[in-house]
């Protein structure tokens, strides 16, 4: 398998760094070879090759067969004109790639849940996931420009039909591999977008009469993430929807360092990040959680190569890790010991091999 | 002052009976000559008119000062055509009358924070204040149309510069009369719309030098709201942004049923209304809770008519209610006496006279 490793800026290069360790470390015991290839993306991107994606990562990543991501982004680059902005690189990278399924699962560690901004009754035994559409919708619809001199601003929510079924069907397919409770999140009382996309749901879930469908408004939703985020499995939704709730629901846990994320082609072919950003205030130190990036290689074996048992590998030595009493700064597990970003590599190592 | 009252559907007609009461009350006292004019919206207005949003309803509301709405929509009319739907006579209104600035402030009661999902160490203490523009955006633009047989849909969001230059003017004199602190909230990193947003609240800032200015993306916004909602002072944000923002704020200090709501037009004309909904479940059973709607009532003293000490006698009454002991079903006032709405309406009328 090919993998190309996109560091990017700030704390990533570190972070994908440890992941790359592990995710050698579990390929070599189960028999498996992994060739790996870095390229540039982001900031560094623009200050090495005048572009946040330059087209040789781009014909790189189209080449692989996953791509794993540390962060983009950076006071540095934040007066660039919009072209010229990290962010660009990852927005750009969706879309050549076709990544139309961003999967954000959100599950609480009990040894972080005391750092949750909820209470523990609320929060404890949340698991949940958020299938976010990631190419359609106001980010990318056309036009989106200024007209009349600049007296007047427009952006475009525009989405195929078939790119709501699409993400419909991944959403059912997922809930079907867990608790078989789906929540599809629309405007659809003043939306047309969301009037068809309650419609595509309404159509789809007579093909899976063993998933439970409920729909709710965006604004409900974000009640209800925070009043009783147990009451959910699988979230479905349109891109801007999911942006929102889904780093809302990031927080829920109060370990927002640990949640990794996948961006799926229909292939089976993705994108792995950590949901947490560049963390530039501490890049170069030594001191970064590598963990959400170690759990995104472990969405990685299961989403593009269907490797199930190295996953769990990886999902089970990063919770034993935690249990044993380690943590990195930005964690706060209660009389835990606090390590750096290579010991706690190492730690993650010592438990997959 | 003519004040119109739409009681809409479910509670609404109970809770606007009892801010009625309260508003003559404290009216009389200090010999204010108010007309009350009772007018049909919503569900109540589809079964007797056809339509959710009368000609003469729209009439009566142009010609008043104030307008006072209880809550619009049920299980009745749901599966109803998008025009024959209750909220689209409250768009509808908003439109007609120019309300462009929903202000909706969120303070917590000591009374009620431990009903909160929130810690009460994060919680403590908060009071904040959403500013929403009500009458652009994502939920107004045109086209909003189904095209090409079905197989694509689209929405737009579209602002007139000067509309965001009078919201941002409006959060900025919010700003001075509070702690002085703006957020400003958008999507700067990708929508066209936001990075004009971006720059008129720059423009503006140096007419108001004495008012803090903070950018923050709504990604990063629903985030923080929850595990800092202290840092926030006023929050200016475009419609959609606000509607789902403001409904996750209105969580956080456990009293939804307390929140209410002002929306103003640029002479200060406004309609008030308490945040939560028409809840049918318990429609004429004479416990539903009226507190939020006679809020509603202060905010219109202190925004349309400026009478700031009759504002103020009414939301201390309210205050010293919940000292007292008292509460409705819905709230959970720690070994308090639980009362229905009328009962609640004479305590709130014993403490403004
Ligand atoms: C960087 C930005 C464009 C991106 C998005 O909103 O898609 C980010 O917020 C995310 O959620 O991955
Ligand atoms: C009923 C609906 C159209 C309305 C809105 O989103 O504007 C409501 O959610 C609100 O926030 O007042």
């Given at each position: 398998k090919q993998i190309v490793?996109?560091?990017?800026?700030?704390?990533?290069?570190?972070?994908?760094?440890?992941?790359?360790?592990?995710?050698?470390?579990?390929?070599?015991?189960?028999?498996?070879?992994?060739?790996?290839?870095?390229?540039?993306?982001?900031?560094?991107?623009?200050?090495?090759?005048?572009?946040?994606?330059?087209?040789?990562?781009?014909?790189?990543?189209?080449?692989?067969?996953?791509?794993?991501?540390?962060?983009?982004?950076?006071?540095?680059?934040?007066?660039?004109?919009?072209?010229?902005?990290?962010?660009?690189?990852?927005?750009?990278?969706?879309?050549?790639?076709?990544?139309?399924?961003?999967?954000?699962?959100?599950?609480?560690?009990?040894?972080?849940?005391?750092?949750?901004?909820?209470?523990?009754?609320?929060?404890?035994?949340?698991?949940?996931?958020?299938?976010?559409?990631?190419?359609?919708?106001?980010?990318?619809?056309?036009?989106?420009?200024?007209r009349n001199n600049g007296k007047e601003v427009v952006d475009t929510l525009s989405y195929q039909r078939d790119e709501i079924e699409r993400i419909v069907d991944n959403a059912f397919q997922s809930a079907r591999l867990r608790r078989k409770h789906l929540t599809s999140v629309d405007k659809a009382n003043v939306l047309e977008s969301s009037k068809v996309w309650r419609e595509v749901v309404e159509e789809k879930k007579v093909d899976y009469p063993d998933v439970e469908v409920e729909h709710l408004l965006v604004d409900a939703a974000a009640m209800k993430l925070i009043t009783n985020p147990k009451q959910f499995d699988v979230i479905v939704t349109e891109n801007m929807f999911g942006d929102i709730l889904s780093d809302e629901a990031s927080v829920l846990t109060g370990s927002l360092g640990m949640l990794p994320s996948a961006s799926l082609r229909e292939d089976g072919m993705g994108l792995y990040e950590p949901v947490h950003g560049s963390a530039p205030d501490i890049a170069g130190q030594g001191v970064a959680n590598p963990l959400a990036t170690i759990l995104s290689t472990a969405l990685m074996l299961r989403h593009s190569f269907g490797l199930e048992k190295e996953a769990a590998v990886i999902e089970e030595a990063v919770q034993q890790v935690l249990e044993d009493g380690y943590c990195t700064g930005d964690l706060d597990v209660k009389g835990g010991k606090q390590v750096g970003t290579k010991e706690m590599t190492r730690l993650v190592l010592e438990r997959v091999t």
């Open positions: 490793l996109l560091p990017g800026d700030g704390i990533g290069q570190e972070v994908i760094e440890s992941a790359k360790q592990v995710l050698e470390a579990v390929t070599e015991r189960f028999h498996h070879t992994f060739t790996y290839h870095t390229h540039d993306i982001g900031g560094v991107a623009i200050d090495k090759h005048g572009t946040p994606l330059p087209e040789d990562t781009i014909r790189a990543c189209q080449q692989s067969d996953a791509v794993l991501l540390g962060a983009v982004g950076g006071p540095k680059w934040d007066q660039n004109p919009s072209h010229l902005r990290p962010e660009k690189g990852l927005l750009g990278i969706r879309k050549q790639l076709g990544l139309f399924a961003n999967l954000r699962p959100i599950k609480g560690f009990d040894q972080l849940l005391h750092a949750s901004p909820l209470k523990h009754d609320v929060v404890a035994g949340s698991d949940l996931l958020i299938v976010r559409e990631l190419t359609g919708g106001l980010y990318f619809g056309t036009p989106s420009e200024r």
